[in-house]
Every structure is written in structure tokens, then in C-alpha cells.
């Protein structure tokens, strides 16, 4: 987890409020990634940047929002939380290129929509 | 076919043994790949990665690919109790990390 933190790192809300998930990392990694992680399923990406301001969907995007205004910043909203959100979300990085495209994990969010 | 598959288990070892976790994948052009060691309630951590055929070793690690066969393998030799843990087998199919693809893991319990 060094460099990469999350915040909160546990959260409960209800349904149909807006919730916002921070990423922060000290690595100076280009690439940054929103993933979530439930059972059954494994880690699925949710939206992913390649630099500041540049974002692009992954695999599960609908009901999520994302947003890079720094290199080191990558927020994650739920704009309208439905209990289906409820899941573990990580944060990740890399710096792709020649053979160094690993991916690093920050802790998690445990998010519980009620 | 999901594009990463491993066997699920719980696969049980009794402390001392080789614990073998396996994973296929789908994607043909995939070209570097990664093992991921997680503990309950934590986040994944880089066991190993391998981009060339054959072994990769790396202390009690040994990694093992398979191109023609889409198989990548890793061996924990002297398994610990404290290697108990879900392992995930990741598949970047480029250089680019939008294109990253994990399994669902395996579950590992090593028996003192």
C-alpha cells in the first residue's frame, strides 16, 4: 500500500445519496484505476485515467463518475448510490510501458449502501 | 468462456508442501502476467510477474508460463501457514493497463 492511500476507508450511507471516493497517491504514476471487488465476481475495473483529465470506462461504469484534476488525485462518485454499489473498492496504479505495466494497490474502501 | 479462469478451491497443503495454483486464460495476444497474493480484508499484493515461456523464480515463488497452452502456474515451495491466502492470477493483454483481466482466485490454506 505505500504511496497509495484511500479515503474513507469505511463508509455507510443510504440509498440515493451521493457518495465520493478519494484515491491519493505519491508514486507520480501516470495510470490510475478504480476497481471493485465482490464475491463471485473478483476485481472488475470501474473507470481507469491516463492522465490528468483523461478517463475512460471500464468493464462496470454505469452509476459511477470519475475525476482527475491531479496527477495524484482520482476521485470516484456515486452519483445516486443503490445497494448494488455495496462492494470493496480499490484504488490502483501503474506506470505503464516496457515491461513495467504492474499495477499497485492502495488499501480499499469497504462501502455499504443500506 | 471467462477470460481468466482458476480453480476456486479452498486447495488445502499441509505446512512443508508444494501448494500449485493454476490459471487459464482466453486472450491469446496476452502478453505479461502477474500473481497477486491477498489476505482476508486486505488489498492485493504483487507476488510475482512473468512475460517470457518458462520459470520464474523468486525465493519459495516459481512462477510458470505457458503461451501455446495459455497456462501460467506458480508454485510455492515450503508452504507456511502465513501463506494462507486468495491468490489472483491477472492477465494484461498490452502494455497499457486498461486491459488488465483478473481471475477470481484461488483460496489457499496451508495446515500446520
Known amino acids: 500500500d505505500a504511496g497509495i492511500t484511500q479515503s474513507p476507508r469505511h463508509k455507510v450511507t443510504e440509498t440515493g445519496t451521493p457518495v465520493t471516493l478519494r484515491c491519493h497517491q505519491t508514486e507520480n504514476h501516470r495510470y490510475m484505476y478504480w476497481y471493485r471487488q465482490d464475491p463471485g465476481h473478483g476485481l472488475r475495473l470501474i473507470h481507469y485515467?491516463?492522465?490528468?483529465?483523461?478517463?475512460d470506462k471500464g468493464e462496470v461504469s454505469d452509476g459511477y463518475s470519475v475525476s482527475r484534476s491531479k496527477t495524484e488525485d482520482f476521485l470516484l462518485t456515486l452519483e445516486s448510490a443503490t445497494s448494488s454499489q455495496t462492494s470493496v473498492y480499490f484504488c490502483a496504479i501503474s506506470n505503464p510501458g516496457l515491461k513495467t505495466d504492474t499495477q499497485y494497490f492502495g488499501p480499499g474502501t469497504r462501502l455499504t449502501v443500506l | 468462456q471467462k477470460e481468466v479462469e482458476q480453480n476456486s478451491g479452498p486447495l488445502s497443503v499441509p505446512e512443508g508442501a508444494i501448494a500449485s495454483l493454476n490459471c487459464t486464460y482466453s486472450d491469446r495476444v496476452s502478453q505479461s502476467f502477474f500473481w497477486y497474493r491477498q489476505y482476508s480484508g486486505k488489498s492485493p499484493e504483487l507476488i510475482m510477474s512473468?512475460?517470457?515461456?518458462g520459470d520464474k523464480e523468486d525465493g519459495r515463488f516459481t512462477a510458470q508460463l505457458n503461451k501455446a497452452s495459455q497456462y501460467v502456474s506458480l508454485l510455492i515451495r515450503d508452504s507456511q501457514p502465513s501463506d494462507s491466502a486468495t491468490y489472483l492470477c491477472a492477465v494484461n493483454r498490452d502494455n497499457y493497463g486498461q486491459n488488465f483481466v483478473f481471475g477470481p482466485g484461488t483460496r489457499l490454506s496451508v495446515l500446520p
Open positions: 512473468i512475460y517470457s515461456n
Open positions: 485515467s491516463y492522465g490528468v483529465k483523461d478517463t
